[in-house]
């Protein structure tokens, strides 16, 4: 069965997270919430990626994996009216600057360059959005 860690990604962006880039705009434009409160979480990574002077930033919005679409059927039942959709995103954190070929691929990036990731799922109501984090991880 396939799970958030291994399902494949329908759309990938690179993006440079070096200063002035600000991690917070980032997280309003791309989660974007009425309150935003709600995000405190994914901010407190964007924090922690910056602490440990992440450069690149890869983000993948991933397709549904079958404990997500479990996790849908579940809020539609529980909130049938609020409920619209979800989309799940894999947010991957590099201690290096790149950016991919023409071809989409990354090059020259190793183990060394990989500073964490968070897969953050996104559930969208009529009024708001709310976000759940599954995993975090960020090595030392």
């Known amino acids: 069965m396939e799970t958030v860690r291994t399902i494949q990604a329908k759309s990938i962006k690179v993006h440079k997270i070096i200063r002035p880039f600000s991690n917070f705009d980032h997280c309003d434009i791309v989660f974007p919430d009425k309150l935003p409160?709600?995000?405190?979480?994914i901010r407190r990574i964007f924090s922690?990626?910056?602490?440990y002077n992440a450069k690149t930033l890869i983000r993948?919005?991933?397709c549904?994996?079958?404990?997500?679409?479990?996790?849908?059927?579940?809020?539609?039942?529980?909130?049938?009216k609020n409920f619209k959709k979800s989309k799940v995103f894999r947010l991957?954190?590099?201690?290096?600057?790149?950016?991919?070929?023409?071809?989409?691929?990354?090059k020259n990036i190793s183990n060394r360059d990989f500073l964490g990731y968070a897969v953050?799922?996104?559930?969208?109501?009529?009024?708001?959005?709310?976000f759940n984090i599954y995993e975090s991880v960020f090595k030392q």
């Not at 409160?37 to 979480?41: A, C, E, Q, T, W």
């Not at 996104?122 to 709310?130: M, P, V, W």
Request: proline letters at 5%; one cysteine or more.
């Open 37 to 41: 409160v709600k995000i405190l979480p």
């Open 92 to 106: 991957s954190f590099f201690t290096k600057l790149f950016r991919p070929t023409k071809s989409g691929q990354i």
């Open 48 to 51: 922690q990626a910056r602490f």
């Open 120 to 130: 953050v799922k996104q559930n969208i109501f009529d009024n708001g959005n709310s």
């Open 60 to 62: 993948e919005e991933l």
């Open 64 to 80: 549904c994996s079958e404990d997500m679409k479990r996790e849908d059927e579940e809020l539609k039942f529980k909130v049938p």
